[in-house]
């Protein structure tokens, strides 16, 4: 399999149209399912196991739940015409203080389902007008639409659950060679 490529060095070409939004929306709020399928077949061990200086498959998950509180706020952005959406702490702090790998994975997976299920009930009633309006993201440095947010949220969330996918794999294949 090829190298995954960092997150930060990822490009994006924003050119859904309109009518994506609901597959979009279906995405977002299938992330948590998601992480709780990737999670459920791993021991609290594994889940709790880095990879270097990696983060572990349940910090992985932390980390999507750490940046429901930039979603919602850049959704208050959209919502006020802000010309700039607010920046992410591109250092994520917050995953690194948050001591995930200490908390039960089930606590983290209730707490993203929950504030995943507002983030989502917040915008199905969105409007074509909300959902095409235009904000420049601060690290990309170009204008994307509301659509595009929610796309650049659901390709964010695959990046990491894709990472917790091959943690698990890479455990397992470590595991099952020490045992034979």
Do not use: C
């Not at 924003?14 to 998601?34: H, I, S, Y």
């Not at 999507?64 to 702090?93: C, H, I, K, S, W």
């Amino acid at each position: 399999m090829s190298e995954r490529m960092l997150w930060f060095e990822r490009k994006f070409s924003f050119d859904l149209p309109a009518w994506m939004f609901p597959n979009v929306l279906e995405r977002l709020r299938g992330t948590p399912v998601r992480v709780e399928e990737r999670a459920r077949a791993f021991r609290r061990e594994i889940l709790t196991l880095r990879d270097g200086d990696g983060w572990s498959m349940q910090e992985h998950a932390g980390h999507l739940l750490d940046l429901e509180p930039l979603g919602f706020g850049r959704l208050e952005d959209y919502e006020a015409r802000a010309e700039v959406l607010r920046a992410a702490d591109t250092q994520n702090r917050r995953t690194y203080e948050a001591r995930h790998n200490e908390r039960p994975m089930q606590e983290i997976i209730d707490a993203l389902r929950r504030e995943r299920a507002e983030f989502v009930g917040r915008l199905e009633g969105a409007g074509e007008e909300l959902i095409l309006r235009e904000a420049v993201h601060p690290r990309l440095q170009k204008p994307m639409r509301l659509l595009d947010l929610l796309f650049f949220i659901a390709e964010h969330d695959d990046h990491h659950i894709a990472h917790m996918t091959r943690l698990g794999r890479m455990h397992s294949d470590a595991r099952a060679a020490h045992e034979s």
